[in-house]
């Protein structure tokens, strides 16, 4: 999973990259796409570096990540739970949600809610703008004429995008390169709804997906933990109103400069709130 495994937030704007892995077993119950898991069960091999990956377990996962691949305008909404360790070790459970607008090659649009804060995130082929409405603060970005080159401008300036991968042009070929273990765990119950559960490994993560079969796959929830800092802490999100056809405007993803508000540099604004 090629830059999905740092999981960190900026309280400032709730910004949140999201990836896992987890080292459960499958069961052997019907698979997302009607098939046994265990058909496509492969011994696991005896050396310590090697992977176990179940080829169903791609396939789900593959299909999952689909409808957002081939998606030109598109849109959802998280409720992100993330655990941080305050300065006593203790680990601290924080709260943020966002709503999601993307539209292919060069725009997006997240409104973010967090720590009684709400953060707006503009992109618009080449320049991402970070906007407080309460506190009429703007930052600039300058950043590549795509979604993908913005993703990563960003997340090298310390923003990480709740769902960073879920936005980018190709999921799947971002998050299928760096698992070590895969696995169908099988149909569960998500908040009264059936779901087929996966779970995942990778170098420094362990991350859990949920997501709804048929012939239209919804991702419903992700879970990870990051196996690379202290006490391995845990981000939830959950995932909802998935729309692949969403009405967008282009003015929706420009900036406009508010009357009254102020800009300032980057590294000024996100010290605003805090880690």
């Known amino acids: ?30 698979s997302p796409c009607g098939e046994n898991p265990s058909t ?3 011994k696991p091999s005896t050396t310590a570096d090697a992977l176990d990956v179940d080829p169903l377990a791609l396939k789900v996962l593959k299909a999952a990540m689909e409808p957002i691949r081939t998606a030109k305008n598109y849109s959802f909404q998280t409720r992100v739970m993330r655990e941080n360790l305050g300065t006593n070790g203790q680990i601290i459970t924080y709260f943020t949600t966002s709503e ?15 720590k009684s804060r709400d953060v707006q995130l503009f992109y618009d082929g080449g320049r991402a703008v970070l906007y407080t409405p309460a506190q009429k603060l703007y930052a600039t970005i300058s950043a590549p004429k795509t979604l993908d080159g913005m993703l990563d401008a960003l997340e090298g300036r ?47 993560a362990e ?28 981000v939830v999100v959950e995932f909802s109103n998935w729309n692949f056809n969403a009405s967008v405007q282009p003015d929706m993803f420009t900036f ?14 996100r010290s605003q709130g805090g880690k």
């Open 1 to 30: 999973m090629r830059r999905l495994i740092p999981i960190c937030l900026i309280l400032t704007f709730g910004l949140l990259l999201t990836v896992a892995q987890t080292s459960a077993q499958c069961r052997e119950k019907p």
């Open 40 to 42: 496509y069960r492969e």
């Open 100 to 114: 999601v607008i993307v539209s292919r090659p060069d725009k997006l649009r997240v409104n973010f809610r967090g």
């Open 158 to 204: 310390g923003v990480y995008l709740p769902s960073k991968n879920f936005i980018e042009s190709d999921p799947f070929q971002v998050l299928a390169p760096d698992l070590k273990t895969g696995y169908v765990i099988g149909e569960v119950e998500l908040y009264d709804m059936p779901v087929h559960q996966l779970a995942f490994t990778e170098d420094k």
């Open 207 to 234: 991350w859990q997906l949920w997501v709804t079969g048929g012939a239209n796959p919804r991702i419903q929830k992700l879970e990870v933990i990051d196996k690379g800092r202290s006490r391995e802490p845990r």
């Open 256 to 269: 406009k400069v508010p009357p009254g508000a102020t800009e300032i540099e980057f590294s000024t604004l």
